[in-house]
T-cell receptor, first 107, second 112 residues
Framework: KNEVEQSPQNLTAQEGEFITINCSYSVGISALHWLQQHPGGGIVSLFMLSSGKKKHGRLIATINIQEKHSSLHITASHPRDSAVYICAGNSNYQLIWGAGTKLIIKP | EAQVTQNPRYLITVTGKKLTVTCSQNMNHEYMSWYRQDPGLGLRQIYYSMNVEVTDKGDVPEGYKVSRKEKRNFPLILESPSPNQTSLYFC???????????FGPGTRLTVL
């Protein structure tokens, strides 16, 4: 069993839909990262959470420390949101990676 | 502009020919790391460095070496590359005073 698990692995949705990607972890972490990887390969850090909720534009990330669960939400999804979204737990400056969720938003 | 740079971006080489992938950051970050990304396996950490002259093995260190002589640079060395090291490599950095991980653009390596 992976220490950081994401679901779903793949998600295809229509433009405008509300998107939720889930991340559960079984190890002790000090924070959880959400990252975005575009088809070109580059990785961008979206959020780092240690508690509660953060919002940036149409992206919202939440974390429940007691349940060891985090979610990434995208409101009013757009084709340019198509990417792989990865969650990673931060443990002593090392990242424990989820496998990623491949999101495709169709126009 | 805050950034992590990697060179080369693409490299095709042959088995056994030593190579170095450079990584440099301009944010005075203490912590740097190398990852490889393979289909179906996600990102796996190769080596990391907590500061100058401090390096340690990650999850998949075999076949790789690193050095951290200066704070800004963290090169990845493949002394004798093999085809199973064909992968996409990322360098990343973060600092004790920041929450964000910064990633380089990636180096796509093919070993024939």
């Amino acid at each position: 069993k992976n220490e950081v698990e994401q679901s779903p692995q793949n998600l295809t949705a229509q433009e405008g839909e509300f998107i939720t990607i889930n991340c559960s972890y079984s190890v002790g972490i000090s924070a959880l990262h959400w990252l975005q990887q575009h088809p070109g390969g580059g990785i961008v850090s979206l959020f780092m959470l240690s508690s509660g909720k953060k919002k940036h534009g149409r992206l919202i990330a939440t974390i429940n420390i007691q349940e060891k669960h985090s979610s990434l939400h995208i409101t009013a999804s757009h084709p340019r949101d198509s990417a792989v979204y990865i969650c990673a737990g931060n443990s002593n400056y090392q990242l424990i990676w989820g496998a990623g969720t491949k999101l495709i938003i169709k126009p | 502009e805050a950034q992590v740079t990697q060179n080369p971006r693409y490299l095709i080489t042959v088995t056994g020919k030593k190579l170095t992938v450079t990584c440099s950051q301009n944010m005075n970050h203490e912590y740097m790391s190398w990852y490889r990304q393979d289909p179906g396996l996600g990102l796996r950490q190769i080596y990391y460095s907590m500061n100058v002259e401090v390096t340690d093995k990650g999850d998949v260190p075999e076949g790789y070496k690193v050095s951290r002589k200066e704070k800004r640079n963290f090169p990845l060395i493949l002394e004798s590359p093999s085809p199973n090291q064909t992968s996409l490599y990322f360098c990343a950095s973060t600092g004790y005073s920041t929450d964000t991980q910064y990633f380089g653009p990636g180096t796509r390596l093919t070993v024939l």
